[in-house]
């Protein structure tokens, strides 16, 4: 069982990540926000990594359920010693916060 809070994850608005009603497709669910500017601050990241920023957290719930389904067809396949399996075993463990 999934404990994150289900997809789709979007950008909604200047920086805001929100979990989309499968039913119709608006903001159900907020996720997060994420802050920048311009101003050469540089404890914050410049509006175009802001977007970036965003668009990454929002792809989570996709990337976390690929991660998955590669561990699963390569566990499938007996594939368990490469590096890239490895480190996806050790991306999963800390998404799910067993590390």
């Known amino acids: 069982m999934k404990s994150y809070t289900i997809g789709p994850w979007e ?3 200047d920086n805001t990540i929100c979990a989309i009603s499968m039913e119709d497709a608006t903001p ?8 920048g500017d311009n101003s050469g601050n ?8 802001k977007w970036a920023n965003a668009r990454l957290v929002a792809a989570a719930p996709d990337m976390f359920e690929l ?3 590669f561990l699963l067809d ?9 590096d890239l399996y490895k480190r996806a075993q050790q991306v999963v463990r800390y998404a799910r916060g067993d590390e």
Do not use: T, W, Y
């Open 11 to 13: 950008v909604v608005g």
């Open 28 to 35: 159900e669910v907020f996720i997060a926000e994420v802050h």
């Open 42 to 49: 540089p404890r914050l990241p410049n509006d175009s990594q």
């Open 67 to 69: 991660l998955e389904k």
């Open 74 to 82: 390569s566990e499938n396949r007996g594939i368990f010693d490469s």
